[in-house]
């Protein structure tokens, strides 16, 4: 993390003025980390942008930093979002900020404890609604036609413009764009972030080339592997539970021109993608992050990637988020009597 705010270190980049006050947590500047086990297992340079590591926890708040601002800027008086969850962790951290109002609705159940818990720290005003994501986005989007309210999902400009200076930094500490970045895709926005992010720097002259760019949905949830809407999409991956992406068509247009593709991951392979970092790199992510790592294994298998390419899988968000999933995927605490005996017994046998 970095103290100076995103948003000046990328400002040539970002649509602000003099007059757009900086609404900032210090977001950006995450580590890029390599992932030599998972490499070797894989035959491919693999790097992690630890996206966990932002003041909330998820790549969220790139694009919270920008919509916040705006909105202020704007004379917005609240600021509402639909969300899996980390967009409504970011967004309350950011109004809070601000000193502007701010509602999240989100699908009943679900939602991962650590999210929902930021959320209400931040005093959002948390609307479960008895419906999925898609119809929680549905009812916002009619919210903000008649209230000054501005809606920071990723359907907002800003956020899909402060989430690609991901792409930025990644060129930054490389020297150059690498050869592949493999992202887990739910509404599509960062993928189509880090899309966007990648030719305005090459164009700009500050990178030679752009990556190809892997997507990947979780296998119950994958309307653009199958190119339709999926009316109850499912999977332990819920960041990415989303059954009609509001930046689909265009994000396939972007993975395809770039010589990729997108795929779906089952949650098995998630999992245990999710598992390989935690217990062999020391990363710890959530179950949707893991869906990039899970689908590079795979593709590397398949032969989809040169052996020795520089791959960077984007972390989406912080494995704490979701502290339910680790604890019941992980070998049960051992319970034993306060003594030196037994406590040696479990330890060597
Ligand atoms: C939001 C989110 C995603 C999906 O990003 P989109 O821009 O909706 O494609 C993936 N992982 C995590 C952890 C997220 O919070």
Redesign the pocket.
């Known amino acids: 993390m970095s103290t100076t705010p995103l948003i000046e270190r990328y400002r040539e980049f970002l649509p602000v003025s003099d007059s757009t006050p900086i609404v900032s947590l210090g977001e950006g500047g995450t580590p890029l980390v390599e992932l030599p086990r998972l490499s070797d297992r894989a035959g491919v340079r693999m790097l992690a942008k630890v996206e966990g590591a932002n003041p909330t926890g998820?790549?969220?708040d790139r694009g919270m930093t920008m919509a916040v601002s705006k909105a202020v800027e704007e004379g917005a008086e609240a600021v509402i979002c639909a969300s899996?969850?980390?967009?409504s962790a970011s967004a309350a951290a950011y109004a809070a900020r601000a000193g502007l109002k701010v509602a999240v609705v989100i699908p009943e159940g679900r939602i991962a404890a650590g999210k929902l818990a930021q959320a209400m720290v931040h005093g959002a005003k948390v609307l479960a609604l008895d419906g999925g994501f898609d119809a929680a986005l549905d009812i916002v989007r009619e919210v903000v036609e008649s209230h000054n309210v501005a809606l920071v999902n990723?359907l907002n400009e800003y956020r899909i413009d402060g989430q690609r200076t991901g792409a930025y930094e990644i060129c930054d500490v490389l020297g150059d764009a690498p050869d592949v970045l493999a992202i887990?895709?739910?509404?599509?926005?960062?993928?189509s972030s880090y899309s966007l992010g990648f030719a305005g720097y090459r164009d700009a002259g500050r990178s030679t080339r752009v990556p190809v760019l892997f997507g990947f949905q979780a296998e119950g949830a994958a309307p653009l592997v199958l190119g339709r809407p999926v009316n109850d999409p499912e999977t332990v991956a819920t960041?990415?539970r989303?059954g009609r992406?509001a930046r689909g068509e265009q994000a396939l247009g972007a993975m395809v021109d770039s010589g990729g593709a997108v795929a779906a991951i089952s949650d098995r392979d998630i999992l245990e993608a999710y598992r390989l970092l935690a217990t062999q790199e020391g990363v710890f992510c959530?179950p949707?992050?893991a869906a990039s790592v899970a689908g590079v294994l795979r593709r590397a298998a398949d032969g989809d990637i040169a052996p020795g390419s520089t791959v960077v899988c984007v972390l989406?968000?912080h494995g704490l988020k979701d502290p339910d999933m680790a604890i019941n995927r992980s070998p049960a605490v051992q319970q034993l009597p306060a003594e030196l005996r037994a406590v040696e017994e479990a330890l060597f046998g």
Not at 84 to 87: E, L
Not at 184 to 191: F, I, Q
């Open positions: 998820s790549f969220k899996t969850g980390n967009t990723s887990p895709v739910g509404n599509a926005g960062n993928v960041a990415i989303i992406p959530e949707a992050s989406t968000g």
